[in-house]
């Protein structure tokens, strides 16, 4: 039996396409996906799937430390926070930020405040926009909170929405998420577990109590609290 983690299918294996991909570079080995047939998202594999959250995390340390540098998205981090309509006055959120983009940096010389958080990097630098853990986040609010290629990454993007709206000041404010993957592309790492297709955007953005609104870039998608 399978159920898909997006709208909660669940039905023999068989009743799933099946979809391989021949991992390389670091990764090696064939990745096995499913297509869920009613809301169309790409999920797997479930080697990954089935970690626990401490078995998870180790795999990113040890992808990090062991020296993965991924492309420069810094401008991409830049064009995704202005889908905010963001104020100079506000405080922001990049959820994910990574350890090496300048994107708060740069953004604070504008004149705006985006804290980053990156709790599974040990190489994060530590700065006053730098959030590192749990605990110190749950005590801040946010006027907007952003991502950049990190929905796709964790076991269960509903409730990663709706802990993300936990921060948010209030619900007239805003997430805007950006990603490749709501295409079935970049199959090649594991650690891309979802590719949201079909009409999986919108049943996840609805059990998580969030209205979707697609935008003019083919990569940021934004969710607003429902009235």
């Given at each position: 039996?399978?159920?898909?983690?997006?709208?909660?299918?669940?039905?023999?294996?068989?009743?799933?396409?099946?979809?391989?991909?021949?991992?390389?570079?670091?990764?090696?080995?064939?990745?096995?996906?499913?297509?869920?047939?009613?809301?169309?998202?790409?999920?797997?594999?479930?080697?990954?799937?089935?970690?626990?959250?401490?078995?998870?995390?180790?795999?990113?340390?040890?992808?990090?430390?062991?020296?993965y540098v991924g492309f420069d998205s810094?401008?991409?981090?830049?064009?995704?926070?202005?889908?905010?309509?963001?104020?100079?006055?506000?405080?922001?959120?990049?959820?994910?930020?990574?350890?090496?983009?300048?994107?708060?940096?740069?953004?604070?010389?504008?004149?705006?405040?985006?804290?980053?958080?990156?709790?599974?990097?040990?190489?994060?630098?530590?700065?006053?926009?730098?959030?590192?853990?749990?605990?110190?986040?749950?005590?801040?609010?946010?006027?907007?909170?952003?991502?950049?290629?990190?929905?796709?990454?964790?076991?269960?993007?509903?409730?990663?929405?709706?802990?993300?709206?936990?921060?948010?000041?209030?619900?007239?404010?805003?997430?805007?998420?950006?990603?490749?993957?709501?295409?079935?592309?970049?199959?090649?790492?594991?650690?891309?577990?979802?590719?949201?297709?079909?009409?999986?955007?919108?049943?996840?953005?609805?059990?998580?109590?969030?209205?979707?609104?697609?935008?003019?870039?083919?990569?940021?998608?934004?969710f607003r609290c429902k009235p």
């Amino acid at each position: 039996m399978l159920k898909c983690p997006i709208c909660l299918f669940s039905d023999e294996d068989n009743k799933f396409k099946v979809l391989i991909a021949d991992s390389h570079y670091l990764f090696t080995g064939k990745l096995v996906r499913h297509r869920c047939p009613k809301c169309g998202v790409i999920f797997g594999t479930q080697e990954m799937l089935n970690l626990t959250l401490e078995e998870l995390g180790a795999k990113y340390k040890e992808l990090f430390d062991g020296g993965y540098v991924g492309f420069d998205s810094t401008n991409i981090e830049v064009a995704v926070f202005n889908y905010l309509n963001p104020r100079k006055d506000g405080v922001y959120l990049n959820w994910g930020a990574g350890s090496k983009l300048r994107t708060s940096e740069i953004l604070k010389n504008k004149g705006y405040t985006l804290y980053g958080f990156e709790p599974y990097e040990s190489s994060t630098k530590k700065d006053d926009l730098t959030i590192t853990d749990f605990d110190a986040l749950a005590t801040m609010k946010f006027d907007g909170i952003m991502s950049n290629d990190f929905i796709e990454h964790v076991q269960s993007p509903v409730d990663a929405l709706i802990d993300m709206k936990k921060y948010l000041k209030d619900s007239s404010c805003i997430m805007a998420h950006s990603t490749e993957c709501w295409h079935y592309v970049y199959e090649i790492s594991p650690f891309h577990l979802f590719f949201f297709e079909g009409h999986s955007i919108a049943v996840m953005a609805d059990r998580a109590d969030l209205l979707v609104t697609h935008t003019d870039s083919p990569r940021v998608k934004l969710f607003r609290c429902k009235p």
